[in-house]
């Protein structure tokens, strides 16, 4: 369930580990925070593994489904800095696509 204002986790304060997702659009991608600098002011984002489990053992069509965030090792390091807005943004490339701390999303837009 996604939280919104002040119960959203600080977006200004990110710690090692800590579950994350990036904004591309209307797509969700989920990362895992690897590394803050000093300064707090830049991390790095290692990219998470998603997979969709149901509920139950049945396998039946109309049982909610939820989903697995696993943190991979293996998984692309993006990085990313905190803007006068108070918002973590992508480095590195002309897109500034924005990172949401504190908890896993994942969503592809199936109209594109």
Same mark, same amino acid.
């Given at each position: 369930? +996604?939280?919104?204002?002040?119960?959203?986790? *600080?977006?200004? &304060?990110?710690? =090692?580990? &800590?579950?994350?997702?990036?904004?591309?659009?209307? /797509?969700?991608? *989920?990362?895992?925070?690897?590394?803050?600098? %000093?300064? !707090? %002011?830049?991390? $790095? @984002? &290692?990219?998470? %593994?998603?997979?969709?489990?149901? +509920?139950?053992?049945?396998?039946?069509?109309?049982?909610?489904?939820? #989903?697995?965030?696993? *943190?991979?090792?293996? !998984? =692309?390091?993006? #990085?990313? +800095? @905190? !803007?006068? /807005?108070?918002?973590?943004?992508?480095?590195? #490339?002309?897109?500034?696509?924005?990172?949401? @701390?504190? =908890? $896993?999303?994942?969503?592809?837009?199936?109209?594109?």
């Amino acid at each position: 369930m +996604r939280k919104f204002g002040k119960d959203r986790a *600080p977006q200004d &304060q990110a710690y =090692e580990g &800590q579950p994350a997702y990036l904004c591309v659009g209307s /797509d969700r991608y *989920p990362y895992t925070v690897s590394g803050v600098s %000093k300064s !707090g %002011k830049s991390i $790095y @984002l &290692q990219a998470a %593994k998603h997979r969709a489990a149901r +509920r139950n053992d049945k396998g039946d069509l109309g049982s909610p489904q939820y #989903s697995v965030f696993i *943190p991979d090792p293996t !998984g =692309e390091i993006i #990085s990313a +800095r @905190l !803007g006068k /807005d108070g918002v973590f943004r992508t480095t590195g #490339s002309r897109v500034k696509c924005r990172v949401v @701390l504190g =908890e $896993y999303d994942s969503y592809r837009d199936p109209s594109f």
